[in-house]
Each structure stands twice: as structure tokens, then as C-alpha cells.
């Protein structure tokens, strides 16, 4: 840091003659300079110029390249506090870079609309990398208030229970979904937000919503509370996440939903169990989400659903079951174990899921055990309602093989939202059973 700040003080310093960035520093710490203070890069020729700063006139000079500063990385300059072994300048060939500063020196050229666009932001950077994690981004809220238009009401994509969620724009175009916690008075909020950025710190699925980055910064402020002014600590607490242009599956369930044909819904039915396969059963330890509803079900421009807001999501350790004195979740969507005893497991989310998949296949949460209709009357009447809707369907050809699919999931649903925990199957099964390879226990309908 201090070759940096020696930097910054020979810019301001007109005794001096010259100045060289790359001479103060490199590795992560350079590349992240660069990215702050200058844009467009391009690789220039070592003998097609030489620059320098003038004390006279603080301009860059080059032979050839005017108005342009050369930035010189030498081989093997690997500082002491660079926090990657992955530095793309380590070991390398000595290079100039010509950049175009932004800080006056001449404007910078006209981008061609066939040059790809070079990410000039955090979040540009990280949503274009797949690989990257959210441990890894700290995002500044001002940049987040950059790009949702400093929280316009115009920007709002949705609101939940305490937070509202903002489209976010950045300079490249590409889209990104910021969600705000609203309130920082409410108890239990902080928890749920670093419930939710940890776990999905440990997340990377097709059918998971991917986190891009998030952002908890803390200010004192003067705030109400109870009738009276007091100082308190106000926290910002943010979470960047990709944007899902299709909304929630809630905005599409009904009868008569356009655009939901039955093969649609079965590929949103299998997404949200391999997704919900991957937090039971494919992580070190299992993932209980306790929060499944088509509301926490985000779907893609291709309808490819994602599970998100794991802000009530628990780590399963060793025990099969945990007991707790929280009733935080969804009416309808939560088993009679969790709120009647406080007990949470796997097959807890197996009851949501069960609740989804009829919701999904009849358009609404009307199944047997609310409306007390036989289990055989409620499968009969709902194909029946699929068999007209498919008839009239041009081009339909597979009018029995979807029949017999939309028969298969009203069984599992059905088998799902078992009062008795024990009889409800595992996600494996549920998979196994939905594609016809395991067969379904009857019995456990009666």
C-alpha cells in the first residue's frame, strides 16, 4: 500500500518529473486500480511508444500514441498482499498497456457496436463469471443505488415480507435483481439475512437462484422508534441476484393460465424437485429451505424454475429432525408437525413441494385434506378438466402418455402432503415416482 500511496502523492507532486503505476504496483491490487481510474483497454507494441508525465502540463505524452498513458507490468512483481495466486500478469513477459484515462487527457475512442464489451464494474465482472461466488463480492451500495436509479418506485419488481426487490440496470445493459430489507428494527431480520447470503454463498445449481453478490454496510442515524427520536444503527442489507424475467410461478398459477400447457408444467414440476434434490441430498449438509411456495419459485425467460429466499433455510446436522419454537413460514405450505410441534425435516419441505405440484397440475390449493373430497373423486375430476383442455389443443398427438403423467402427479402430490411425516417419500423417491421408474404406494392415498 505504500508503493500506492507514493503513486498518488507523484501525481500531485510538479517537482517530480515522471510517474509509473506499474512501478508502484501490480497483481490484484494494480488490475483493481485500473478498472477504478481507467477504461478500454488495449495492448500496445513495447517499441511503438514511450510516455511519461510532464510537471509543465500533467499531459500524457508517447511517440505515436498521443494522449494515452503506457503502464508497464514487470515479470515475476507479485506483491506481498496480491490475495490470488491466479494474477494473469504473474510470471509473464514484460507488457505496456495503452489505456485512455478518464480523467481528461483526451476522451476516449468511439467503441465499434462489433467489439464485445469489456465489464467495467464489480457486478459486471461477476455476473459474466459463473464460477465466481458471493463470498468473494462485497458490493458498495452506492454502485447498487447506481443501478436501480437510487431506488426508484419504478425499479420495483416485487415486495415480500420485509424487503422489496429492484431491477437493477448496468452500463452494459445486462440486468440484475437487487433485493432491499426494508427494515432494520424488525427482530430476527439480521439472522434471515445472513441465513440466506450464507447458504447461498454454498449454492450453484440450474433449478438454484444464483447470488451475485451482496451488500451490508451500517451508518448511525437518527430514526423513530416507539414516539421518540433515538440514535441508532442503521444497517443497509442487500442481496444482488440474477434476474429472473418471467416473475414467480405464483403470477402464472390458475386454470386457465396462458402459456402453461401441460408440458410446460411438468418441466416446472421436475425443475423445483431437482432443485430441492440438491439441497437434501447432493451438499455436505443437507439444506431444509422451510420456505417452498410458488412465490419463492422465480422462473427464467425459458420458464426453467429457481428456488430462492432462503432466508428461513436451516443446515441439517447429523439429526434427522430439529425441534424449534419458530412458526416462520407460509400458511398452507407448512406441515401440521412444524406447526402444531415445532418440528422441522426433510419431509417438512416435502410437504410444500407436495402442495406445489397440486397447485401447479389444478391451478389452485384446493386439495383433499382442505376441501375433504376423496382422494379418487379430486384425481378423476382434475383429468377430466386436463382432458378437455388437451383436446381442444392443436397438434396434441399425446393425449394419453400426458393423461397418465398428469395422473402420476397428482398421486405424488398427493402422497406428499401426507399428514404422517413417515409416510411421505424422500425427494428421490419423488423424483423416481414422477418419472415412472419406482411405483406409487397406493395405499397411502386411502
Known sequence: MNKVAGFLRARRDTTLMTTSLSDSCCGNLYDYLLCKFLCHVTIVDVDDCDGQFTNATSERRFQGVP???????????????????????ANTT????????????????????????????LLETMLLDESSRPRDILIPLQELKDITDN????????????????????????????????????????????SEVYHLMLLKHPNIVRCIGYCY??????????????FAEKAERLLCLEYMPKGSLRDYLSDKSSGHDWSTRYNIIEGICFGLCYLHMQMDKPILHLDLKPANILLDADMLPK???????????????????????????????????????????????????????????????VTRTPSED??????RKWRNV????????????????????????????????????????????????????YDILQ
Open 390 to 441: 388437451l383436446q381442444r389443443t392443436p397438434g396434441c398427438w399425446s393425449l394419453i402418455i400426458d393423461c397418465e403423467q398428469i395422473k402420476r402427479c397428482l398421486h405424488v402430490g398427493l402422497i406428499c402432503v401426507n399428514p404422517d411425516r413417515t409416510k411421505r417419500p424422500s425427494i428421490a423417491k419423488v423424483i423416481s415416482m414422477l418419472r415412472g421408474s419406482e411405483s406409487i404406494d
Open 217 to 230: 454496510e451500517t451508518r448511525n442515524a437518527c430514526l423513530e422508534h416507539s414516539g421518540k427520536y433515538v
Open 307 to 369: 428456488i430462492s429466499d432462503f432466508g428461513l433455510s436451516r443446515l441439517l446436522d447429523k439429526k434427522e429432525t430439529i425441534c424449534t419454537t419458530s412458526r416462520d413460514g407460509t400458511f398452507g405450505y407448512m406441515s401440521q408437525e412444524f406447526l402444531n410441534g415445532g418440528k422441522i425435516s426433510p419431509k417438512s419441505d416435502i410437504f410444500s413441494l407436495g402442495v406445489i405440484i397440486l397447485e401447479v397440475v389444478t391451478g389452485h390449493r384446493d386439495y383433499p385434506d
Open 151 to 194: 431506488f426508484s418506485v419504478d425499479r420495483i419488481l416485487g415486495h415480500g415480507g420485509f424487503s422489496v426487490v429492484y431491477k437493477g440496470v448496468l452500463r452494459n445493459g445486462e440486468l440484475i435483481a437487487v433485493k432491499r430489507i426494508v427494515s432494520s428494527l424488525v427482530p430476527g431480520l439480521q439472522k434471515q439475512f445472513e
Open 67 to 89: 494522449e494515452q498513458i503506457v503502464i508497464v507490468t514487470m515479470a515475476g512483481d507479485h506483491p506481498p498482499y496480491s490475495t490470488s495466486d491466479d494474477d494473469p500478469y
Open 94 to 121: 514484460s507488457k505496456r498497456i495503452a489505456m485512455t484515462p478518464i480523467d481528461g487527457g483526451g476522451a476516449a475512442p468511439a467503441r465499434s457496436p462489433d467489439t464485445p464489451h469489456v465489464p467495467t464494474t
Open 378 to 383: 379430486f384425481i378423476e375430476l382434475t383429468i
